[in-house]
């Protein structure tokens, strides 16, 4: 059984900066693909930051270019856990933010995948708020 166990989020004021970190938990002999989503009340969920397995493709959604960054450590027993940082957050980053992960094969280990539905796995969300 794979879950997605996620930490940091909370409620900030405009241009602070917070951490959240995912770990995979469970099947973790595996390498996932893996990522952060975000959503809001009444619209679908958006990519943020998505990173592929072997670390060597990333996206990054345009709102948050040059603001948040995605980390991920390759150490054998932490492969599969990743940090996103944010700073300099505004109030339109408010919203619910999942963790993603998905099953790979040899042929996509190198792959970003960008697309919510894309993914086998989600974490249980934590709410970020930016205040103006």
């Known amino acids: 059984q794979v879950e997605l166990v996620e930490s940091g989020g909370g409620l900030v004021q405009a241009g602070a900066s917070l951490r959240l970190s995912c770990a995979v938990s469970?099947?973790?002999?595996?390498?996932?693909?893996m990522g952060w989503f975000r959503q809001v009340p009444g619209k679908e969920r958006e990519v943020v930051i998505v990173i592929s397995a072997t670390g060597g493709a990333t996206h990054y959604a345009d709102p948050v270019k040059g603001r948040f960054i995605l980390s991920r450590n390759y150490d054998a027993d932490v492969k599969n856990v990743i940090h996103l940082q944010m700073t300099n957050l505004e109030p339109d980053d408010t919203a619910v933010y999942y963790c993603?992960?998905?099953?790979?094969?040899?042929?996509?280990?190198?792959?970003?995948?960008?697309?919510?539905?894309?993914?086998?796995?989600w974490g249980q969300g934590t709410q970020v708020t930016v205040s103006s």
């Open positions: 993603a992960a998905k099953r790979i094969t040899k042929y996509s280990a190198n792959v970003a995948y960008t697309e919510a539905h894309e993914y086998d796995y």
């Open positions: 469970g099947r973790t002999f595996s390498t996932f693909a």
